[in-house]
């Protein structure tokens, strides 16, 4: 299976930088044998998505409301963002469950708003450096995808550790390969033979440099790339890497 690179630019981006972000990536994709996808700040997502109409780069949220519609001031439903284009939408981002207090339950019911509005959700968990220090990363993150998804759950899920993430530091990548493999058995075990379609990202200060040893891991299936992802370069970068690897039967 292709490699899915997803960059999530977060609170970044007024609509002049954000369409010719947008524009310098739709550039260089036909040349990468990667998916791609970004998921710029709701106010130029709109924009973003016409730019990119056409081409192979997706468009997605970075979050939603799990209510279709009403009195929920300042939120952004599902179907307002395939309204404006998007077909992908991060769901439970670190940041947002920290910012926002969301919890695993209101992270699964998104998760359902989402895929009844006809987009792919990509689900971010990840453990604290204070969860890995006392050896609970594997405990903690299976019980966020317990949490997080429905039993029909069909979108991708990105292992985050919150500590790498924006810092520069990456887990070993033994470690990486021994967390995907986890997360493989827990979908498995959870979701039963929907648990092997699942795509499964790393993030956490992907960069160009790192992109090959880390999307080369067993059970790794892209990237959702922070930082690097708001420089076309360094994110068509991290994609070609992922490309170079992206054979019939490889990356999972
Ligand atoms: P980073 O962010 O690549 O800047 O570490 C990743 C993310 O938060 O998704």
């Not at 895929?115 to 594997?138: D, F, K, N, S, Y």
Request: aromatic share 4%; charged share 15%; net charge negative.
């Amino acid at each position: 299976m292709r490699h899915l690179i997803a960059g999530n630019w977060k609170m970044n981006g007024l609509a002049a930088e954000a369409t010719a972000l947008a524009e310098a990536v739709a550039q260089g994709a036909s040349a990468v044998s990667a998916d791609l996808v970004v998921c710029p700040p709701a106010t130029v997502l709109a924009r973003v998505a016409q730019s990119l109409a056409g081409t192979p780069v997706g468009v997605g949220g970075q979050d939603c409301n799990a209510a279709a519609s009403g009195a929920h001031t300042g939120d952004i439903a599902a179907a307002m963002l395939r309204d404006c284009g998007a077909t992908w939408v991060i769901l439970g981002h670190s940041e947002r469950r920290a910012d926002h207090h969301e919890t695993d339950d209101m992270v699964r019911q998104k998760v359902r708003a989402a895929t009844e509005h006809g987009l792919v959700p990509i689900v971010c968990v990840g453990e604290t450096e204070a969860q890995r220090q006392a050896g609970r990363h594997a405990e903690t993150v299976g019980w966020q995808i317990a949490g997080s998804l429905p039993k029909d759950f069909a979108g991708v899920l990105a292992y985050e550790p919150i500590w790498a993430i924006g810092t520069g530091r990456t887990p070993t990548e033994a470690e990486v390969a021994e967390m995907h493999g986890f997360i493989r058995g827990e979908l498995r075990r959870q979701l039963g033979a929907a648990g092997q379609a699942v795509r499964i990202l790393y993030g956490g200060s992907v960069k160009p440099a790192n992109a090959a040893a880390l999307m080369a891991l067993p059970e790794v299936g892209g990237a959702l790339v922070g930082g690097a992802s708001l420089m076309a370069a360094d994110f068509l970068g991290i994609a070609r890497a992922a490309g170079a690897l992206s054979k019939p039967g490889a990356g999972g």
